[in-house]
């Protein structure tokens, strides 16, 4: 059974950063194909970022520049480093893992409010 919780969400001011995480239990971590993903309210989930078993990213283009994803699999976590925030990244975050195994397994979601 895999769980992910995630972690770093809050209130932030426009152009600052904050730092997600999020930390999976079991064994496939280092196996498995992680990602952020958000949702705005009223709005659909989409994909923020993601990162390979083998390291390789992926971002949306609303991000690309200012997002990092990165990935210690001796931590078995994933991280979003999120700098120069905008109102337009209110949302929940939420963390995905996917395994060709089990498919995809998802967080509970963390707040990131980005406000004056």
């Known amino acids: 059974q895999v769980q992910l919780v995630e972690s770093g969400g809050g209130l932030v001011q426009p152009g600052r950063s904050l730092r997600l995480s999020c930390v999976a239990s079991?064994?496939?971590?280092?196996?498995?194909?992680m990602g952020w993903y958000r949702q705005g309210s009223g709005k659909q989930r989409e994909l923020v970022a993601t990162?390979?078993?083998?390291?390789?990213?992926y971002y949306a283009d609303s991000v690309k520049g200012r997002f990092t994803i990165s990935r210690d699999n001796a931590k078995n976590t994933v991280y979003l480093q999120m700098n120069s925030l905008k109102p337009e990244d209110t949302a929940v975050y939420y963390c995905?893992?996917?395994?060709?195994?089990?498919?995809?397994?998802w967080g509970q979601g963390t707040q990131v409010t980005v406000s004056s």
């Open positions: 079991g064994s496939i971590f280092s196996i498995s194909n």
């Open positions: 990162i390979t078993s083998g390291g390789s990213t």
């Open positions: 995905n893992l996917y395994w060709s195994g089990i498919g995809n397994r």
